[in-house]
């Protein structure tokens, strides 16, 4: 029984883990894109302005 216990509770944490990874890894796809957005924006504007 003991050893059942064990096991949940590192599932447990690794799901843990999983989910943080996963949740930094939306973070950098949102912060990759609002950096590309930010790119063509000011790429925009330079070449509105030549």
Do not use: F, P, Q, W
């Given at each position: ?41 000011i790429?925009?504007?330079l070449?509105?302005?030549?």
């Amino acid at each position: 029984m003991e050893l059942i216990k064990e096991k949940d509770e590192e599932k447990e944490r690794l799901n843990g883990i999983i989910a943080g990874l996963l949740a930094e890894k939306e973070k950098d796809k949102v912060y990759k894109d609002v950096m590309l957005d930010m790119m063509s924006r000011i790429e925009a504007m330079l070449t509105s302005t030549i």
